[in-house]
């Protein structure tokens, strides 16, 4: 069976416990105006310019983002890490993109992480159909994204409605599934007490299932990728969101009784 990859990250500790090595796969439905990985929406690989400039002289060579890999050749790769995994507690995330989008090669990772005793993680948006949900290889953890209870504000920033992703959410809560919420802070989309009081009102009901909630800070990074892939960057003139900007709304999900860190 083969996948397709646009990266590996390896020594992450924001993607989950321990010293992780990520694999984000392409594909992704939605289309958040803040995207940081522009380069994973589009499922196949594809061809970049890339410039550098020496001594005011432009250099400009052609990059593929994105390989076909199966699953034998990526879990090859894996193993590579294992002892950082294994000394840290740590393990493998699957990230993206919407890594659900290749649920079929993503459960044959996790069945091989179980087999191997690697502990493993999905970093998802939750958006994808109730039956691959149903389908798919269940992980040791869910990193989840939660970017907004009211329907219509996650249409218009992220083009898809929020309803299948908290009918999701609930399935996996459901199935006692260990879950982290995740949720990027954007300026003018939910970057308020009231959004995150709302945010934190609608998942009181699972407090005790939840893990931890990570709030994430926006950083205006992505210039250079959007340039390069030619496509529009909608947040182009918005400023990042330090950490410290964050620390208001941590009292909003400990009144609740939730575990919450800045940045995971
Ligand atoms: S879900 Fe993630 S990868 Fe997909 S568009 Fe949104 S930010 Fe980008």
Known sequence: MHGIIFDIKRFAVHDG??????????????????????????KEPEQVQKTVWLNQKAFTKTETIGRKISDTALWEELQKDQIFMEESNGGITFSGGEPLMQHQFLSSMIRRCKKHGIHSCIDTSGFAHTSTIRELEMPDLFLFDIKHIDKDKHLQFTQVDNELILQNLRFILEKKIPVRIRIPVIPGFNHSEEDQEEIADYLTQWHQQIEQIDLLPFHAIANHKYHRLEKEDQMLKAASIHSEELEKYLPIFHQRDFRVTIGG
Request: net charge positive.
């Open 17 to 42: 416990p321990g010293i992780r090595t990520t694999v984000f796969l392409k594909g992704c439905p939605l289309r958040c105006q803040w995207c940081h990985n522009p380069e994973s929406i589009n």
